[in-house]
C-alpha cells in the first residue's frame, strides 16, 4: 500500500495556534487536507472537505462565504461539508492559511 507525497504548496504551518477555531480539519496519514472534487449523479461536480470535527456547521457557512455557493454539512456517519462546485485549491489554500 502506497501512500502519497504531500503537496508541498499545502504544507501544514508550524507554530500556529488553532485551539480559538470552532473546527478542525484533520490532515490525511501522508500531510494532505482531505478536500476532494466529486461528481454528482446529475454529471455536475462538488467539493467535499472530510475529516471535519467540531463544528461542521460552522465551517460549512464560512465555506459558503468564502466560495460564494451554497455549503452544507454531508449526511452519513462522518462529518464532511459538501459545496456546488470546483472550489479545492480555494479551499485548501484557505485551510492551510488558517494554520490547519
Partial sequence: ???RVCERRYQKKQG?????LPFL???TPSGNLP???EP???GEKFTRIRRVFGDAQHLA???SRLCESSARVGRGGRK???VLGVH???IKEWLQHLGL
Fill in 25 to 27: 480539519v484533520h490532515r
Fill in 61 to 63: 457557512n464560512e465555506v
Fill in 40 to 42: 454528482t449523479q446529475k
Fill in 1 to 3: 500500500r502506497t501512500r
Fill in 88 to 90: 479545492e485549491k480555494r
Fill in 16 to 20: 500556529v495556534d488553532t485551539k480559538n
Fill in 80 to 82: 464532511a461539508v459538501e
Fill in 35 to 37: 478536500v476532494y472534487v
